[in-house]
Every structure is written in C-alpha cells, then in structure tokens.
C-alpha cells in the first residue's frame, strides 16, 4: 500500500517514506535547530477519546496578551486586540461557530470541485498566501481566519501590507521559538522578523483582529505529537495546517478539514496555486506532517469515502467533547 492508503487507515511509519525524504527528515533531526529536549511520555495507544481529551486539556489556546517581558515593557498590552481569539466569534451568543471548514493548501484540491461545500461553513480558514479568486470552484471564495507565518509578515515579495488576501479577515501570525521558550530570546532573533510588521498593522489597521500565537502554544502541540507517537519526529514545530486545525476546534462545534490527510487526487504538486512539485510538502520534511496527519487520522469521525473522495476528515469541536 502507498504512503496515502495507509495514512486512510491508520498507522504511518517514516520508513514508509522515498529515501530522500527520510534522509531529509533525519538532517533535521539532527541539526535540532530549536533545541528541542522532550521530557514527556510517548503513549502511542491511546483511544480517539483519550486523545481528544489531552488535546482539550493540553492544547489550551494562547496568543502573545503583552502580560509578559519583553511584551509588556513595549506596551503590547494596549497594541493587541481587546478581545481574546477565543471569544471574538462568541460575543452575542456564547457558542461560536457552529461549521467550519479548513481548506489546506495542497495541490490535490484542485479539480475537486468543493468550492460550494467549503462556502456553506459558518466559518472558513485559509493558510499564508493561498489564494481563492481564479480557484473558486475548488477551494471555494469566503475565507474568515487566515493563518500566516512569521515570513509572510517579513518576506516583502508577500506584499505583507497591500495584498488584498490578508485585508478584511482575522489575521492569526506565528513564529517558531526555541522549545525552552524565552520570550526575550525569541523578540531579539524570531526566525523571520514578525514584531515590526505587527506592531504596524496593528496601529494602521487597529480594528483589523490581529494575534500573534503564543510559542508555548506551538510547541504544547508538537508535545501532544510526539508523546502519541512510537517514533522520534521532526523537532521542528507542527505545520501550520496542524496548528489551523486545533486552533478551528477550539473555534467551532465541528470542523471539517480538506485535502490534509490526502484523497484519491493525491499529487506532488505542493500547493494548488503554484506549480512546484515536492512530495515534501505532503509528507513532510522540516515539519512532522507524516505524524500530525497520522493523529488528525486518528480522531476522524468521518468515514473513509469521505478521505478517498474529498480528501475530508470530520472533527469534533473542543466544546461537544465531554471529557
Ligand atoms: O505550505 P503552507 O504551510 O502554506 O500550506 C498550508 C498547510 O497545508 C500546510 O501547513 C500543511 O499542513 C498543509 N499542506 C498539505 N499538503 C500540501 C501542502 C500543504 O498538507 N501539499
């Protein structure tokens, strides 16, 4: 069976992987570049159940709130938005969304004609400089929360600051920190130089909800990986679409996620806006893709048709799980 059958299935192993993506992976590995030293459990059996529960008990989102150094000092108390992420969409009534749907950017939604379905959620959320005008029948043309990384923000080819795709939706940035995150290292030398840009955006645009990610946050997720994993992962942080999803099911009752475990159109090419073809972008290399599909697989509550067909996976929202 390939790679994409079993991880329809279940169990996925990185000696699954061609050679150059495992010596890619094991580069990493290596290199360890944010000093990554896990002190947790590895309890690869765990139930759906037990699983979602650690996710909701462990997983707690959290944005930079300026209520620590250096933060604080630079006055971020007053330069984020007032309102936290996880209450901006429940103001009038408490229970938030109630669909959501999150569209990966991957080069199989192409030819999916899933446009529609993707538009009929409460709430949509799209990744970095994926785009929808010219691929609306695939990937549908509302978008509600655009996750972006910290090169988005600091690359000037991403037109940070007049592209119309980061106007007029919730913008959430991140950054990955060493793993002993310290926030005062992370401000002096950020992997791409996010703060400039937000503090900007924020004053230019402050009605615009603008977070930026909690590093904890992102490395309590990689945690949750690695301790349901038998093998050693990538230390590097989990993708964005990993961090998209977990962030929908704090967001929403339930979650609908496209073309992140792969359906029948599976391709190389790596985004559906681009043409490059990179089976690591699917796979993985510097993320541990392999491994966080393998454990969104795990919590799907959708049938296996619905993998094969439209590369769709079902997750219940934090909220419905009674733990
Ligand atoms: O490449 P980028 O990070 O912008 O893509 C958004 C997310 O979509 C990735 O973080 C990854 O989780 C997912 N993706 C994927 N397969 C691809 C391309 C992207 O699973 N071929």
Redesign the pocket.
Known sequence: ASVVQRLWRGRVSAGMLTPRLQRAMKDYLNANKHHVAYKGHRRPAQSAKELLCQLKAQARLRTVDGSEQPFSALGWAHLVPPVPLEQLHRQKDQSGFKTCAVV????AILHSGLGKEIDTHDAVLR??A?PTEGYEKDVGNKTTIRII?SQILANPKHRFNTSSLYKNVTLVAWDPAPYAVNLHKWFASPDYNLFGPYVERRKRHPAQPFYVLHPSYVWQLWDVIQGNTQETIQPNPP????IGILLMMVLCEQVHVY??IPSMRQTDL??YHERYYDAA??LGAY?P?LYEKSLIQRINTGPESDLKRKGRVTLPGFSTVNC
């Open positions: 990966t950017s991957a080069g990744f970095n994926a990384n993708s964005s679409g990993f073309e992140y790596c985004h972008c699917t993320h893709l």
